[in-house]
């Protein structure tokens, strides 16, 4: 992984070699900019009650979060089907805003 232009495209798409991945891959080359595939991550989806939580299984979302906090840049992509992202993108997200307001809340 190299954040030497401080720039991440973070890329849901269901086909690996589709449109958005296309698109994605040309920004990269244009940019430097380094692309992570979340197809390529086991992330589940956020569960809000606690006993859920104590039993959910193991992912990879603070792994990758520790990765993207190296870029202050984060560009999305993901094909947008019937006015949502794709449903891995929606996960991921959801998960790191509450993430992001259990980390306020606590200062």
Same mark, same amino acid.
């Given at each position: 992984m190299n954040n030497e232009n401080n720039s991440v @495209? $973070? #890329?849901a798409s %269901?086909?690996?070699n589709g449109n958005t991945a296309s698109l994605a891959n040309r920004v990269a080359e244009q940019t430097g900019a380094f692309v992570i595939d979340l197809n390529q991550y086991c992330i589940h989806p956020y569960r809000y009650e606690k006993q859920a939580q104590n039993h959910r !299984? @193991? /992912?990879? *979302? #603070? !792994? $990758? @979060? /520790?990765?993207? $906090?190296?870029?202050?840049? @984060? $560009? *999305?992509? %993901?094909?947008v089907y019937l006015y949502y992202w794709r449903k891995v993108m929606t996960w *991921?997200? %959801?998960a790191a805003l509450k993430k992001c307001f259990q980390k306020h809340s606590n200062t």
């Open positions: @495209i $973070l #890329m %269901s086909r690996a !299984p @193991i /992912d990879e *979302f #603070m !792994p $990758l @979060i /520790d990765v993207l $906090l190296q870029y202050p840049k @984060i $560009l *999305f992509a %993901s094909p *991921f997200q %959801s």
